[in-house]
């Protein structure tokens, strides 16, 4: 292992700013892209890169989305094929918005790796590439074939991918049997497997008011502010102890089962330990089930921030001419982000329209990506189970992810084949957040699992797809 990991091409990686939302950077997450295709080619792959067109942005221009990495090793018919998806695009992240060291520098401390993308999603990516060359390196066959699907835009929604996975599903995918996806965490110190995911519909509202900005101390007092009615329609979303207000959101939540509430209450999960690594005090429940169930299987409305308010340090006294709120809304099964945005979209102008204010609101939603689920019973978890077994001599939790990784659906969807969720990043890894990292353990021993991972999977028997 020492010779395959010289500190993973994680220093070439991590310097590399690939950030999908800032298309000042768009040349980089294309090298970012180049990079990855280098790195299969290099430990033999067959590998393609994939042109899935074009981004229209805001003013109306366009520009080049990244291209897709696909890679193959081996053909063996009478193997098992998986394919390996993973994206290699990033948050953003400055040092100055409290990291402790340069985001976009490998750095090693206390046998933790930090840097933007270490653990979300460059490690595991490395880790799935380094899997694969262990077992060339020791001149080993494979014991399934291997397919790689590698991604620059999943922090943004995946654009283009969708389209690809349609018109692949009868080439690329016709002869996959499972699909892997290691784009989450563990919940605690305990290993784990992930068989759902959340949802996310994004939303901009927009105040429009007057035509420029104002002078608070010539016009405050004379007009109605963009700002306060923003202010005022955010306050009507959720309510202080966390209940969404918006019609027939929570309607839609599925039952707790009593095995479901069972299968909560034996997972290896610490409230007070959650508290400190968040620096809070308090949390909105008080037991673990309560907690771990709104925070894995019931919607949830995050408000994000407010573009054209002030937010410079100093003081400034404006009024916003327009203002533009971001939130989010968390779905779960049974909720349809159509549906969901029709339910904000009808509230909000509601609610507006009882300010009776001469200012406009306009509503859009920009991220639409739909829960996922799968069945934890499936051979696919018990072979996941089996792995971790074999390299932590643990049994793995099963766990939900509150997050969204929005391919899941779309791979289910269209190709109907089988998916699991195999992370091996850390409950502390800081994901989206500042001082993202990922442990040296938990990237060496997460190889090993993934190497026996691959053997567990060949000892499988085949099952039917998933009819789409």
């Not at 590698?150 to 599903?169: C, F, H, P, R």
């Not at 573009?307 to 971001?326: C, H, N, Q, Y």
């Not at 349809?336 to 001469?358: I, W």
Request: one cysteine or more; a negative charge; charged letters at 25%.
């Amino acid at each position: 292992f020492s010779k395959i990991f010289p500190c993973f091409s994680k220093s070439q990686w991590i310097a590399v700013e690939s950030d999908s939302s800032d298309v000042t950077k768009r040349s980089d997450l294309h090298r970012m892209m180049d990079m990855t295709a280098e790195k299969l080619r290099l430990i033999g792959g067959s590998v393609e890169m994939v042109d899935v067109g074009t981004q229209t942005l805001p003013n109306g221009s366009s520009i080049a989305l990244p291209k897709v990495v696909t890679a193959r090793f081996g053909e063996d018919p009478s193997k098992r094929t998986v394919c390996v998806y993973g994206h290699v695009d990033v948050q953003p992240a400055k040092k100055e918005d409290g990291w402790a060291t340069d985001p976009y520098e490998l750095t090693d401390i206390d046998g933790n790796l930090y840097g933007r993308g270490a653990s979300d999603n460059k490690a595991p990516v490395l880790a799935w590439i380094h899997t694969v060359e262990v077992y060339k390196a020791l001149n080993i066959d494979l014991p399934v074939n291997v397919k790689f699907i590698i991604e620059g835009m999943e922090e943004t929604g995946s654009n283009g991918l969708d389209d690809m996975i349609v018109a692949q599903k009868d080439s690329f995918f016709s002869d996959v049997d499972y699909i892997i996806i290691s784009d989450c965490v563990w919940l605690s110190k305990r290993p784990a497997l992930t068989y759902g995911t959340r949802g996310n519909c994004y939303f901009f509202a927009e105040v429009e008011g007057p035509k420029k900005d104002l002078h608070s101390g010539v016009y405050g007092g004379t007009v109605m502010e963009p700002m306060t009615d923003l202010i005022g329609i955010l306050d009507k979303l959720i309510s202080p102890s966390g209940k969404i207000l918006i019609p027939g959101i929570r309607e839609a939540v599925a039952h707790l089962s009593d095995e479901e509430w069972k299968m909560y209450q034996d997972i290896e999960f610490d409230l007070e330990s959650y508290k400190r690594e968040i620096g809070l005090s308090q949390l909105m429940y008080s037991n673990k089930v309560d907690l771990l169930a709104h925070r894995w299987r019931h919607p949830t409305v995050s408000i994000h921030g407010i573009e054209g308010a002030f937010s410079s340090p100093g003081t400034k006294t404006v009024i916003p001419a327009k203002v533009i709120a971001k939130f989010s809304i968390r779905q779960v099964p049974n909720m349809d982000p159509a549906m969901v945005e029709k339910q904000v979209t009808d509230y909000l102008h509601s609610v507006f329209a009882k300010r009776k204010s001469p200012n406009k609101l306009n509503v859009t939603m920009v991220i639409g990506a739909k829960p996922w689920l799968a069945d934890p019973k499936h051979p696919l978890y018990e072979a996941g189970k089996a792995a971790v077994k074999r390299v932590f001599a643990v049994e793995p939790d099963l766990i939900r992810e509150g997050g969204t990784i929005p391919i899941a659906r779309s791979f289910q969807d269209v190709t109907g084949k089988s998916i699991i969720m195999l992370p091996i990043g850390g409950f502390d890894d800081g994901l989206h957040s500042q001082n993202e990292k990922i442990s040296r353990y938990n990237y060496m021993e997460g190889t090993k699992l993934f190497i026996a991972f691959l053997h567990e999977v060949s000892q499988m028997e085949k099952l039917p797809d998933i009819p789409s």
